[in-house]
């Protein structure tokens, strides 16, 4: 039996959250099911909405409420699932002024602690003004298009479906663009102190171990770079590991894993790498920088998404289609006062494009 609207709906949120942990089975009606079994109805339902062309003029308002309410869904939760670690992730409705407050800053809480001295009984007590921050992250639009050629569509070669992923995977891409752009911005101007960053051409032991001490005097860091940072980090000198200070289990972790996922003691966490095109020559994220963050911190990005996203149609002279998206977010990041424990290495080594392979 066909869905309903009511269910179509229901079952857009439910594919959209189970994307998100697909080894989770989730509550859609009165069964759970495995996000493979979700998807695959999702998929059928929305190639039945547009099975022919008849079928798609009569149902494309349905379908692209579908598409949005899985943009909804999915983007602010997948964006916090990948950086929630050192980003705040928000959404706001249309019109709202996207603010975040911040909790007192480390700054203000070292600074008070420069005032709690011995004083004598009925004595007289110096003043500290606890600060607090707001910061308004304004939000843009962004927006892409997936074309579809009319006899691709009645062949049935290209569904709507297909449409789905394409949209829901280029705004994820725009997302984490800006985030790249973020933590380059804090990591060349925010971070403006020599003692919380260092840079080298290679992985430098005893650099990094100085800006992880810097980080964890405000609370255990965590490591954050792409895997191509992460293969570079081990104990050792010029490039060269130094076997001795590792242990078996360690190897194994390294061998199985492509880098070590604790560095004495700390967690690695490698970001998703993404390429800006598809001849994979400029990246995403920059994996020069690794970013040195203590846990429990202020988070140093903030995300809002505001307003719900938006699907339209645009028709060709030749019949085919544009199906546009449309979302509005924001991406900023505070100042080193408000987290003065962040830290930043930058190895220079490695670069932003991707180098050439040999074929003959």
């Known amino acids: 039996m066909a ?34 079994a979700l998807n695959e109805t999702f998929r ?30 999915v983007l602010p939760a997948k964006v916090l699932q990948n950086y929630g670690q050192f980003a705040d992730v928000k959404t706001y409705a249309q019109g709202d002024k996207p603010v975040f407050r911040v909790r007192i800053s480390e700054a203000s809480k070292k600074r008070a602690k420069g005032f709690v001295t011995r004083v004598g009984l009925a004595g007289r007590y110096e003043v500290f003004k606890l600060d607090g921050y707001t910061l308004e992250v304004p939000t843009s639009a962004y927006g892409g298009a997936a074309q579809i050629g009319f006899e691709e569509f009645l062949d049935g070669r290209i569904t709507m479906s297909d449409v789905y992923d394409l949209v829901l995977e280029g705004l994820d891409e725009v997302v984490y663009k800006e985030i790249a752009k973020a933590l380059v911005a804090m990591a060349d101007t925010t971070i403006s102190t020599a003692y919380n960053k260092s840079s080298a051409a290679g992985f430098d032991e005893a650099a990094f171990d100085r800006l992880v001490a810097t980080a964890d005097a405000y609370g255990k860091s965590t490591i954050y770079c792409t895997y191509e940072f992460a293969a570079q980090i081990a104990p050792g000198t010029a490039g060269s590991i130094n076997w001795s200070a590792v242990s078996d289990r360690m190897k194994d972790d390294r061998w199985n894993n492509g880098y070590f996922t604790l560095y ?19 990246k995403v994220i920059d994996p020069r920088y690794a970013w040195i963050i203590p846990t429990g911190a202020e988070k140093p990005v903030k995300i809002a998404f505001e307003g719900a996203a938006a699907v339209k149609e645009h028709e060709n002279d030749d019949w085919s289609r544009e199906i546009e998206t449309y979302k509005k977010f924001g991406v900023a990041v505070y100042n080193k006062m408000i987290n003065p424990g962040i830290c930043v290495y930058k190895n220079t080594a490695l670069s932003i494009y991707n180098t050439e392979g040999t074929w003959s």
């Open 3 to 36: 869905l309903d609207r009511t269910q179509l709906m229901a079952l857009a949120k439910a594919t959209a959250k189970a994307s998100l942990n697909p080894s989770t089975a989730f509550a859609f009606g009165d069964k759970n099911l495995t996000y493979e």
């Open 44 to 73: 059928k339902e929305m190639n039945e909405l547009a099975g022919t062309y008849a079928q798609y003029r009569e149902n494309k308002n349905l379908i692209f409420s579908l598409i949005e309410v899985g943009l909804d869904e």
């Open 264 to 282: 004495k003691g700390h967690s690695v966490i490698v970001l998703p790498q993404s390429f800006e095109d598809t001849d994979n020559y400029q």
